[in-house]
Nanobody, 124 residues
Framework: QVQLVESGGELVQAGGSLRLSCAAS????????MGWFRQAPGKEREFVAAISKFGAATYYADSVKGRITISRQNAKNTVYLQMNSLKPEDTARYYCAARYTSSISYSSAEYDYWGQGTQVTVSS
């Protein structure tokens, strides 16, 4: 079992920045591909970003490319999501997820463990 706890979400004005964190516990963190997903009210959960086990490869949704950066510190069992130039359409609950494999996936169904999420609200 892997436990994931997100933090860092809050209300921010458009154009602002936030850094989300996801702390993992329970198993060897570096065995897991990590992803961030988000879900807005009335919408399906969508892929935001993912990072390979040792951080060599990152992947982003087209809607966030150039504004959002995913990173990880395996020594701290933590994955981060740096979000800049935030837009009202970025408003959602953000979830981190862990996948026990070497391959990245954009599909939420292929992640094994999930946190409870952290709310990001961007005001216009």
């Amino acid at each position: 079992q892997v436990q994931l706890v997100e933090s860092g979400g809050e209300l921010v004005q458009a154009g602002g920045s936030l850094r989300l964190s996801c702390a993992a516990s329970g198993r060897t963190f570096s065995n897991y591909v990590m992803g961030w997903f988000r879900q807005a009210p009335g919408k399906e959960r969508e892929f935001v970003a993912a990072i390979s086990k040792f951080g060599a490869a990152t992947y982003y949704a087209d809607s966030v490319k150039g504004r959002i950066t995913i990173s990880r510190q395996n020594a701290k069992n933590t994955v981060y999501l740096q979000m800049n130039s935030l837009k009202p359409e970025d408003t959602a609950r953000y979830y981190c997820a862990a996948r026990y494999t070497s391959s990245i996936s954009y599909s939420s169904a292929e992640y094994d463990y999930w946190g409870q999420g952290t709310q990001v609200t961007v005001s216009s």
